[in-house]
């Protein structure tokens, strides 16, 4: 272990704990990717396909095939666009959820958010895109550009229309119409902190969230984006800001990560700031209704004693059947290296709060949704023993059933370490994988 075992900002004793015991598998290369944003998808062949950050240079594609165990290095976005060397900002996110056709092929797309040094003029990035793999061809092809300066937060696939929709920097809503191949702006649905899921309903109509706890709707057959005007999402008052300074504009009073249940026809998503999962039927009424169902916090918080305590939500939100899960952090509100000024303001009044530093271990909570209840498979732990710090996003897996999580793994090699949790906890970027039916 990097640190002793002991206690946590909630008295975690380590030894004691439930283990959710994880598999754990490495990337290939040494691209040192330090970061990684809902960009993880399980395909219909079985497959998972990831995109890495790297706030230097690079983002990545990869692919694990899960039969094999092989782990595969697709493409590097600054080749692909021939930035590499250029002294220019680059593509170096992929920061959505991907998206998948009828033949199998996978849709995401790029951002640039600093990446590159900051002498470098930003108007020398050449874009934000869309891309296709295609695994028939093993290809990743450019479809088009999203904007010349802004890259995507979050994307969602309509399968409806074919079209991919993309919510974008400065704060609007893009589409790619994908057999017309061409990219529409389809205008302003955002003013402060940009939503990072999106998601599109049977119909092809498309919904996002905005502060203050606002919902708006692309309605498609309008081609109109509107802002919902009485539905609100519910947030707990008890839950203290990212940043005092902007205490209502905040992360905190939207939805952090939402997903579409094809089965139910309904969306499940979860709030900022309480984890609190809901359901969104937007069938039900003009604007449609919502059932809140219960926090997925780590089990530190369900007493409800520490409300205030409660770090804000992850991205790692999967629906599997009947079950939902999530991989919430215990201890501080998780942001990998976190070098941005909020990030490390957040780190400090939560530590004040909590009478520490502590390393933000992910916990693996479910819901049943047949029965409604609420479940703690523990500390996430690979099977040699390594914490899992924070997740960035989550999938099941579709052959195999397993839940796939990507995030920030302990790493006892200086060798494979890509920088410290916090400034404090040295971490390496994996896949980790949980079998439900083995636990």
């Not at 905040?250 to 969306?267: G, S, Y």
């Not at 941005?340 to 479910?366: H, R």
Request: hydrophobic share 35%; net charge negative.
């Amino acid at each position: 272990m990097v640190f002793p075992a002991g206690a946590y900002a909630q008295k975690i004793d380590l030894a004691k704990e439930k283990k959710a015991v994880v598999s754990h598998y490495r990337f290939v290369g040494n691209h040192r990717e330090e970061s990684m944003w809902s960009a993880l998808y399980g395909a219909k062949s079985g497959k998972i396909y990831i995109g890495l950050c790297t706030h230097a240079e690079a983002a990545h594609f990869y692919e694990f095939d899960p039969e094999t165990e092989i782990m595969r290095h697709i493409v590097d976005l600054t080749e692909l666009h021939n930035e590499r060397g250029q002294g220019i900002n680059t593509n170096g996110k992929i920061h959505v959820r991907m998206g998948e056709d009828a033949e199998g092929n996978i849709y995401f797309g790029s951002l640039n958010e600093d990446t590159g040094p900051e002498c470098i003029d930003p108007s020398s990035y050449l874009g934000a895109f869309w891309y296709r793999y295609k695994p028939s061809e093993d290809k990743v092809e450019v479809l088009g550009r999203i904007s010349r300066h802004y890259g995507l937060l979050g994307m969602v696939m309509d399968p409806v229309y074919m079209r991919l929709y993309g919510l974008a920097e400065d704060g609007h809503l893009y589409m790619h119409d994908i057999e017309g191949s061409f990219t529409r702006d389809l205008g302003k649905v955002d003013d402060w902190d940009i939503c990072r899921t999106i998601f599109s309903d049977d119909e092809g109509n498309v919904y996002g969230s905005f502060p203050v706890a606002q919902i708006w709707k692309y309605d498609v057959r309008k081609d109109e984006v509107i802002d919902l005007p009485t539905i609100r999402l519910e947030y707990d008052n008890r839950v203290l800001p990212r940043t005092m300074s902007k205490p209502m504009i905040d992360r905190k009073v939207i939805w952090r990560v939402i997903e579409w249940d094809e089965n139910e026809k309904v969306a499940y998503g979860i709030i900022g700031g309480n984890s609190m999962l809901f359901r969104y039927d937007v069938h039900d009424g003009p604007e449609g209704h919502i059932d809140y169902l219960t926090p997925l916090t780590a089990p530190q918080y369900w007493d409800e004693s520490n409300v205030r305590q409660i770090p804000f939500a992850t991205l790692t939100l999967t629906i599997s059947g009947d079950k939902i899960y999530f991989a919430p952090t215990a201890s501080g509100s998780f942001d990998y290296i976190g070098n941005s000024w909020d990030v490390k303001d957040e780190e400090n009044f939560q530590a004040k709060l909590a009478g520490g530093f502590f390393p933000p271990v992910s916990y693996l909570v479910s819901y049943d949704k047949t029965s409604g209840k609420r479940e703690s498979h523990g500390l996430m732990m690979t099977k040699e023993g390594k914490l899992c710090f924070g997740m960035g996003g989550a999938c099941t897996g579709k052959k195999d059933g397993r839940i796939y999580f990507v995030g920030a793994v302990e790493e006892d090699d200086p060798s494979k370490e890509v920088g410290k949790v916090g400034r404090r906890w040295p971490f390496s970027m994996g896949l980790v994988a949980y079998d439900p039916s083995k636990q």
